[in-house]
Nanobody, 116 residues
Framework: QVQLVESGGGLVQPGGSLRLSCVASACIFTGYAMGWYRQAPGKQREWVAA???????TYADFVEGRFTISRDSAKNTVYLEMNNLKPKDTAVYYC??????????WGQGAQVTVSS
């Protein structure tokens, strides 16, 4: 059974914006921390953003204030709003669920391509 499903990826020009969505099974959403990771071609997977079960947020340094992680508890959905996208942001983006630190589930990924 698929527990995390990402959507909202696509092709965007440099400076543009995208919002990724991740719909989670309720059993791994309420009370869990949620996160976003990404993997660029030829690179290791890297952490992007996290939201704890009490809705505090943290971001990787490379985000530089451009991204926002949020949660809609009524929809069991976590979002990643990405603004001022750069070509270096091109990657497959993955949603994750954590209890409380250990990942318990990963999505299949959403492709984000930033190119003119």
């Amino acid at each position: 059974q698929v527990q995390l499903v990402e959507s909202g990826g696509g092709l965007v020009q440099p400076g543009g914006s995208l919002r990724l969505s991740c719909v989670a099974s309720a059993c791994i959403f309420t009370g869990y921390a949620m996160g976003w990771y990404r993997q660029a071609p030829g690179k290791q997977r890297e952490w992007v953003a996290a939201m704890t079960s009490v809705n505090s947020t943290t971001y990787a340094d490379f985000v530089e204030g451009r991204f926002t992680i949020s949660r809609d508890s009524a929809k069991n959905t976590v979002y990643l709003e990405m603004n001022n996208l750069k070509p270096k942001d091109t990657a497959v983006y993955y949603c994750s669920s954590h209890w409380p630190l250990l990942p318990v589930s990963w999505g299949q990924g959403a492709q984000v391509t930033v190119s003119s």
